[in-house]
């Protein structure tokens, strides 16, 4: 059992003005497996070495190793098309990858509904939501704009005079994040100025370059270079402060009515048989309760969001409608620079 102070019920995607809450049933147990049957695991990820996917599947997989939970693990980077080219090489290859997992998050969601993959998270096996990844706002520690509402005051004078580095697709996560803040700090989200990068480690090099002056990321992804005396984050996109970093205010606390968290998990190859899927499971169930992955989790702080089978299908279809009804809302930004 995990314990209730690292396990936490969290919103699948956001409230703007209107909350939504994610209840969660329990996961009934699975049936324990041979150690052969996920002793090597392969992990693949969609995006460039140092973003969200990448750090995901790299803390997993250092969990599981230490933990001896597995014999060993690897890793391949596939970026390109928003995750696009590594759902298709998984699925051309499926025969073969047997003991792999794609690790993934909203934007298999997000890119499913606007048509940019020619396959969707349903011609995959879908595996467990593992965690849950708060947005975050953040500058160089040398940085003029030392609050959101200082960022808030110069926008409103001039939209374009501030752009916001971003490792998401235009369109992707961190893009649609960054227009909700923009809308519920008053502002309109038709004149943002979003560059997207390849995964979130280029896009803090773009911050920490000066290339660009803002950045929108996963808090897992800013969090080493904030300890670090780096950066400064000006709010999370959380209900409370985040314990890992106490300081950093919540939108909410600033005025702006906005919660996001951007859920983690793995998928599968499609075909697999159901005991090949309940050992996955059980893997990383037993996983979350190792002292290894505690130490994983809080250094990335990561809360977690377990949800498997049927109840990680449901919690993606949720989503699914959630995000439909968004974008439907933000028709003006999604036909003019959120698309």
Not at 106 to 118: E, F, Q
Not at 168 to 176: E, P
Request: charged share 20%; with cysteine; net charge negative.
């Amino acid at each position: 059992m995990i314990p209730r102070s690292t396990r936490q019920n969290v919103p699948w995607i956001l409230t703007v003005a209107l909350a939504v809450g994610g209840c969660s049933a329990p996961v009934a147990d699975a049936p324990s497996r041979s150690a052969a049957e996920t002793a090597r695991l392969h992990f693949i990820i969609p995006g460039a070495p140092g973003g969200g996917w990448d750090g995901t599947a790299r803390g997993v997989g250092e969990a599981l190793a230490k933990s001896r939970l597995v014999s060993s693990v690897s890793f391949e980077n596939l970026s390109g098309g928003g995750g696009g080219r590594a759902m298709a090489h998984l699925i051309a290859t499926a025969q073969r990858q047997q003991g792999t997992l794609m690790v993934s998050s909203t934007p298999i969601v997000l890119s499913s509904l606007r048509g940019r993959m020619a396959q969707s998270w349903r011609d995959l096996t879908p595996i467990a939501a593992v965690i849950g990844d708060y947005i975050t706002f953040v500058v160089r520690r040398d940085s003029e704009w030392r609050s959101w509402g200082q960022v808030v005051t110069a926008l409103s004078e001039d939209p374009r005079s501030l752009k916001f580095a971003g490792g998401s697709v235009l369109g992707g996560t961190d893009h649609l994040v960054t227009a909700l803040a923009w809308q519920a700090s008053g502002l309109d989200p038709k004149g943002l100025a979003y560059v997207p990068y390849d995964a979130g480690g280029k896009a803090m090099a773009a911050l920490l370059s000066g290339e660009t002056p803002l950045l929108t990321t996963g808090l897992g992804e800013a969090i080493e270079a904030w300890r670090a005396g780096l950066v400064h984050i000006l709010a999370i996109t959380a209900a409370e402060r985040s314990p890992e970093a106490p300081e950093v205010p919540t939108l909410g606390e600033l005025g702006a009515d906005l919660q996001f968290v951007n859920w983690r998990g793995f998928f599968a190859a499609p075909g697999l048989e159901a005991q090949q899927i309940a050992a996955r499971v059980d893997l990383l169930e037993r996983m979350l309760s190792t002292p290894e992955w505690e130490e994983v989790r809080r250094r990335n702080g990561w809360v977690e969001i377990f949800r498997s089978g049927h109840e990680f299908t449901a919690y993606l279809e949720a989503q699914e409608k959630e995000l439909a009804d968004l974008l439907n809302a933000l028709e003006p930004v999604h036909g003019d620079g959120i698309s």
